[in-house]
């Protein structure tokens, strides 16, 4: 068969099923001979790109998706639409019904490819010179660890290569890393904010603005910086920071807005707390012993520290839980119903779980009443100091103490009782699960979720979530590395100069640094990754490992008392990575050019 297809495979969350879906629809067109252009968009941004020649020559397109696709730019063309879950597993189905069609479409396509070729001669002969833009840019997320900094690079990358000026400012539990002036913000043409966090705007009032993910700048930015150019909006001067129409638009428009994100916002603020918190009790028990709290010992450093950590840096982590989540649904003045919440979830016992149903409550509250309540331009100053915060309080409040917290409370001693009375067999299965979703994407949504979780459940003193799902995290880079030695003819030159900055990125607990291995073959890799991680935290949960700072790999494991039974921690990392390593081995294929 001559006809020539193009494919678009689409998820804007997911990275494995677009994936898988490409693989599946190539390997079937490799069988029917047929020439088909694949282009990929994940959460990691558009991979191998459709250009302008490839979409004039086309004469079908495919559209594998679960999400809307903009369909404009296939206009003329034969489109055949079908779901992800179709492409994967009837992809001769798909091909063989978008190939008849395709055909009787040719002689039109191929008029209108050769009509559009002439007006794009035509337009670029009569294009201006390109004018230097000043950029400004901020990047974040949840940790302000890998995605940050991957983001960064990419836009300053992307900006030289398109010959305009940009300055970064990077973003996350860190703080803010090469922050930008205000003279550099009042000289700004564009300011570009590529944040899978919610990032303040509010110095950015008259400047054209351009939300989006991390995920573009890392995997396309020229693109992007592009798009920001053409589809960039001035932000407005909302009042007293609470987000007017416009804004809200946008919000909506951005692919990280909803529920997942205004959690990671609260969870990125939360996180310092956490490792602050952990790091000083662990201190506290190293000069003091485990009983170091005891009156007996009260003031002592040991207990100094303690109170320090436990009393204060963990008695904060709900109330900023809530209050960010809340921020990142209503912004400024979401914050005081939210903390307000999240420490009634504290005194009540409701815990994580009432900090993040507070969060949300006093978010939407607060959008609720400020889309209801009209008052006189005068004083419309009122509501983002008084208005909104009061009575946005009140009926959190009466919420938490009357419906909603006790309820919660409930399910949250349910779960802590049974998480601390785990037997051998359910917490083989709890660790297994944790490790799986900590590999499955990567750092996406399901990644999230199980560190999320775990995180959440330090506010409650049960760490064994925590330790499993670091260690399940730090396998995946850790095993590919290690295949990338072992198994040489596996992989090619280019894969094991990566595989040494993923036995770095491993070591921090970066479990991004596997995504490049799972991006060029997602169907031996993720397999590989998911059974080594399930083994780690398997391992390391019914160890009964304690883990009690969020982060910092390997870092944080000489620090007397941050995790507990070192030794069955240091086993399961061991085993996790070498049964990736070994399923890598098995799963992958030789590669001709390999070095022996």
Known sequence: MSQNIVAVVASRDGLTQPLMAAEALASAAGGLKLALRIEIRNRLGVQDGLNGDELRGAQGVIIAADDDVDLAPYQGKQIYKVGLAEAISQPDTVLGRIVPAAATAAATATAAAAAAAAAAAADVTAQPATKVLKIVAITSCPTGIAH??????????????????????TQGSVGAQTPMSAAQVLEADLVIISADAQVDLSRFAGKRVFETGTKGAINNGEK?????????????????????????????RNNFSGPYKHLMTGVSFMLPFVVAGGLLIAVAFALGGIYAFDDAHKGTLAWTLFQIGAKSAFALMIPVLSGYIAYSIADRPGITPG?????????????????????????????????????????????????????????VGLLMMYVVGEPVAVVLHAMENWLKGMQAGSALALGAIIGAMMAFDMGGPVNKAAYAF?????????????????????????????????????FTAEDRDAGKAAAVLGIAFITEGAIPFAARDPLRVIPSCMLGSAVAGAISLSAGAELKVPHGGVFVLPIPNAITHLGMYLVALAAGTVVTALALWVLKKPVRTAAA
């Open 148 to 169: 940050t900094f991957m983001a960064a690079e990419g836009l300053q990358t992307a900006a030289a290569k398109l010959g305009h000026e940009i300055h970064v400012e």
């Open 224 to 252: 992007l910086i592009e798009d920001a150019i053409a589809r960039a909006t001035v932000q407005g001067t909302a009042k007293a920071g609470l987000a007017d129409e416009a804004a809200e638009a946008k919000k909506a």
């Open 339 to 395: 903390m307000v919440g999240g420490m009634l979830a504290g005194a009540i016992g409701a815990g994580f779980l009432g900090g993040i149903i507070a969060g949300f409550l006093a978010g939407y509250v607060t959008l609720l009443l400020n889309r209801h309540i009209r008052l006189h331009r005068n004083l419309e100053g009122l509501k983002p100091v008084l208005i909104l915060p009061l009575l946005a309080t009140l009926i």
């Open 454 to 490: 775990s995180a959440g459940l330090i506010a409650s003193h049960i760490y064994t979530p925590m330790a499993a799902a670091m260690v399940a995290g730090m396998t995946p880079p850790l095993g590919i590395a290690l295949a990338c030695w072992l198994f040489r003819n596996r």
